[in-house]
């Protein structure tokens, strides 16, 4: 079965930086793209980057265009999501997707904590 495993996340304070992981397994991973989302108290489920199959096509929401940077290494199923200058903010729990065969599957997140 599809499992995705995230990691990385934590505290930091503002201006600081952070490398998020995402585990994928129980399907051929160098086939889908993947996204990834974040979630703050209160608020829905948002995404903030997606990447191709092959990784050379990446997308990102406008808030944190320029400073996050997706990437993924097919050859150990793992996307990543690099995140820099981070701000109070980016303060979310942060999950990564998969969509296949019309089924959305998650992680169980990974919290970012950015304060002073």
């Known amino acids: 079965q599809v499992q995705l495993v995230e990691s990385g996340g934590g505290s930091v304070q503002p201006g600081g930086s952070l490398r998020l992981s995402c585990a994928a397994s129980?399907?051929?991973?160098?086939?889908?793209?993947m996204k990834w989302y974040c979630q703050a108290p209160g608020k829905e489920r948002e995404q903030v980057a997606e990447i191709s199959e092959s990784g050379r096509k990446t997308i990102y929401a406008d808030p944190v265009k320029g400073r996050f940077t997706i990437s993924r290494d097919n050859a150990k199923n793992t996307v990543y999501l690099q995140m820099n200058s981070l701000k109070p903010e980016d303060t979310a729990a942060y999950y990564c997707?998969?969509?296949?065969?019309?089924?959305?599957?998650w992680g169980q997140g990974t919290q970012v904590t950015v304060s002073s």
């Open positions: 129980g399907f051929i991973f160098s086939n889908d793209g």
């Open positions: 997707n998969v969509r296949r065969q019309m089924n959305n599957y």
